[in-house]
């Protein structure tokens, strides 16, 4: 028998007894256990999911590690840019269509801060930038096939979208504001976000940013918000088409709902009591009246701050309409208080509305800093009277015949001419003839006399004399500040090279007039005219301060010689500008100025100045029937003249203006006044018309004094008038629409005689330009 204890109990047996061979080599096999197909979905489906989590974790930081704070868009940067007067605080207007006026945190009450947090990221001071509940509720929408809907974003992410995205709401712009936002919180402080948040956030009627929001809506700064006023800003700002309650019926109660939501959270955290809670209401709401860039009179001079940003500092419409610039002007508020108040006193609003008069005036200073400009109602409704509507010139114009003479070594007080009524100039088939207002006749005087008084007759001999085909007068013009592209001047297709623009036949602006006799003011050196004192920006992309420097036109002396004889046209007797002087009542230096023809006038100015103070050029028009700058202007009955209407406005302006400022005293001219010159031309009446031009003689020299003006009637025969020769008619010049400025047809020339008394308010003191011209 075997012994059955050697053989181990696990070995395998026969069914002898015996053991059974097993193979070389092989281990003993287990078997396997079969798990249900149950079991194998599940753990599927969790390493699948696990997989997924990891491909997801992985994919967001190569998101993270790859997204960077980008810059922000072009919309986020955009605020309003404020226009100051001259004391750099009190403001003009806004530039700009985004309301936006950034503060720094401290600017805003706590409370308000709360009620923020309350309203839009209860939880903002302890959360990493971002929202992984809302995240994950964005995502499954997105699954679900819904779309991102929004929600649930942090102020962080809010801020992201708004100042660095857009408002697309797709996955990947959700996933970029997520990873923007962590980085963003990582970088900044949660002050400094919840500052730029706060600047960035839209209130509805036009106002971004707490500040904006504030004034839209309670007309107060923000640091002035009461505790209702701040929770009723955090409500709106979820929709402010649905909680404005000056937008819709119904946005009132919709509004009480959302500030009691936001005034419960604010109890929740621990930022106010529940008495307070119970005591809150909404706050009234003011009418506030928006502040609009473009308004009123002033609103002239914010499109004129744009045009000088745009031509002379380079700068873009973008650059502009980005925003953010403090604009310090030269403009200061009461002298532009005071040249409202002079036009609307000569011309009182249901006088300007019913004869359709249009009004300009343009003030500066020496330098050439603008003070005051008045140039329509409303730009909205007109175009700019002083920087954009061209008028014919008129007597004005005499004066750069002066200057013209001064160069030529003339001297105004001892070089005399003949004034007849009337005069005949020119050759046959090109002849004018002029007359002087009122057909007066003025015996021998000199220049002096002859430009207060606005002698016609005198100042085309004067032309004559200059030579070089009349351009003198317009070179003399261009050099003291009138653009030579001007219709009618050097620079143009037509230049008014014609014995009649010394009457003032170019068309100029007024702001153009004003710095020309402002040349004479400032010692003859001609500067640029300019608003913008200084500029400054937040981010510091701005820094301007203005700068400039002039040219010599005009010698001191020579400047002082002209400021000399233009003070008789306000302190002579009977003179154009007494109205002016009149009302003023210090020294001062102008002309007076009207276009238009023997019967009627046209534009009107006075331009003058108190020497190294102020220089001011007021000029009206009325649109003809086609549109252009000529119409007649019917003032007290009469036709209007530069001298009565114009003047006025001029008077009563500076006095304002000048009130607490010392007299100024005339400049007396240094040189030497050269000898005495007499000119006495040959000129006929109509009726012995010369087939040629006449010569002029020479002249001749004599120790006499002027002559005061006399009232003498000329010796010329009177011709018949189907005799006369008419002047060649210079072609229309039209300026840009709505209006346009029109050359008179008529040759015959009108001025004013001298008198033994100053001319009044009703009274047509002022010289007619002829037809061919733009007088003053």
């Known amino acids: 028998m075997s012994d059955q204890s050697d053989v181990p109990a696990d070995s395998a047996t026969t069914t002898h007894g015996r053991p059974a061979k097993r193979p070389a080599g092989r281990p003993k096999q287990k078997q396997k256990k079969k798990h249900s197909l149950f079991f194998k979905v599940v753990v599927g489906t969790i390493l699948g999911l696990f997989g997924l989590l990891l491909a997801v974790i992985a994919a967001l930081v190569v998101i993270y590690f790859t997204t960077d704070i980008p810059k922000a868009n072009a919309d986020a940067t955009k605020q309003i840019s404020i226009a100051y007067y001259d004391d750099g605080k009190t403001e003009i207007g806004r530039l700009g269509s985004i309301n936006r006026v950034p503060v720094t945190l401290d600017k805003v009450p706590v409370q308000t801060q709360h009620a923020f947090l309350a309203a839009e990221d209860r939880n903002f001071y302890e959360n990493k930038g971002v929202s992984p509940t809302g995240i994950l509720r964005a995502l499954w929408s997105n699954v679900r096939g819904g779309g991102i809907k929004g929600g649930g974003s942090t102020i962080t992410q809010q801020y992201v979208k708004n100042y660095f995205l857009t408002q697309d709401q797709s996955l990947s712009r959700k996933l970029r504001e997520a990873m923007i936002a962590i980085k963003i919180d990582q970088r900044y402080s949660k002050d400094q976000i919840l500052e730029d948040y706060l600047n960035n956030v839209y209130f509805g009627r036009g106002a971004y940013g707490i500040q904006a929001g504030a004034q839209a809506y309670f007309g107060v700064d923000s640091d002035k918000l009461t505790l209702n006023q701040g929770i009723f800003l955090a409500s709106v700002i979820n929709a402010p088409s649905l909680f404005d309650p000056a937008y819709a019926d119904g946005n009132l109660a919709r509004a009480q709902s959302r500030a009691a939501y936001v005034a419960d959270g604010m109890v929740d955290k621990g930022w106010l009591t529940e008495a307070e809670r119970a005591n809150l209401t909404l706050p009234s709401f003011p009418v506030i009246k928006q502040k609009s860039s473009v308004s009123g009179p002033n609103g002239y001079i914010i499109q004129a701050l744009r045009k000088e940003m745009i031509n002379k500092l380079d700068m873009t419409d973008n650059d502009i309409d980005r925003g953010g610039l403090r604009i310090v002007t030269t403009i200061n508020k009461k002298d532009q208080d005071a040249a409202i108040a002079a036009v609307n006193k000569v011309v009182p609003e249901d006088i300007r509305n019913l004869g359709n008069i249009h009004t300009g005036l343009m003030a500066q200073k020496p330098d050439g800093a603008v003070v005051a400009m008045y140039a329509g109602t409303d730009p909205q409704k007109e175009a700019s009277t002083t920087q954009y509507q061209t008028m014919q010139g008129g007597s004005s114009f005499k004066v750069f015949g002066l200057a013209a003479a001064l160069k030529q070594g003339m001297n105004p007080s001892t070089t005399y001419y003949n004034g007849p009524a009337e005069l005949y100039v020119g050759g046959t088939g090109n002849g004018s003839v002029v007359h002087n207002f009122g057909n007066e006749s003025f015996g021998r005087i000199n220049l ?234 040959t000129y006929t009446s109509r009726q012995t018309q010369p087939t040629t031009t006449t010569s002029t003689p020479s002249s001749t020299v004599t120790s006499s004094a002027p002559p005061t003006p006399t009232s003498t009637t000329s010796t010329t025969t009177q011709a018949p008038t189907s005799t006369t020769t008419q002047a060649p008619t210079p072609t229309t010049t039209r300026s840009p629409s709505p209006t346009r400025t029109q050359e008179p047809t008529s040759t015959e020339t009108q001025q004013p005689a001298p008198s033994s008394e100053r001319p009044t308010a009703s009274q047509s003191q002022e010289p007619k330009a002829p037809a061919s011209s733009s007088a003053p």
């Open 448 to 681: 002096v006399t002859a430009l207060a008084h606005s002698v016609n007759t005198v100042f085309v001999q004067l032309n004559k004399d200059l030579g070089d085909d009349y351009k003198p007068t317009l070179q003399a013009a261009q050099d003291l500040g009138i653009p030579a592209t001007d219709p009618g001047m050097l620079g143009t297709k037509e230049p008014a090279t014609f014995i009649n623009n010394i009457l003032g036949t170019p068309a100029v602006k007024v702001a153009d007039m004003a710095t020309a006799y402002n040349t004479i003011n400032n010692n003859g050196t001609r500067v640029d005219q300019y608003f913008i004192s200084k500029i400054t920006s937040p981010d510091g992309d701005a820094d301007y301060t203005h700068s400039q420097s002039g040219q010599d036109v005009l010698t001191k002396d020579q400047a002082a010689t002209l400021t000399q004889a233009m003070s008789h046209v306000l302190s002579d007797r009977g003179a154009t500008g007494a109205t002016a002087n009149d009302i003023l009542d210090r020294p001062a230096a102008g002309k007076t100025g009207t276009s238009g023809t023997a019967s009627e006038s046209g534009a009107i100015w006075f331009t003058g100045f108190t020497p190294g103070q102020l220089t001011t050029s007021v000029s009206m028009f009325k649109p003809n029937n086609e549109g252009g700058t000529d119409g007649q202007i019917i003032y007290n009955g009469k036709p209007a003249t530069g001298g009565a209407l114009a003047a006025q406005v001029w008077g009563y302006f500076m006095k304002s203006a000048l009130a607490g400022q010392p007299v100024a005293q005339l400049p007396n001219p240094s040189g030497d006044t050269g000898p005495t010159i007499t000119r006495q031309p």
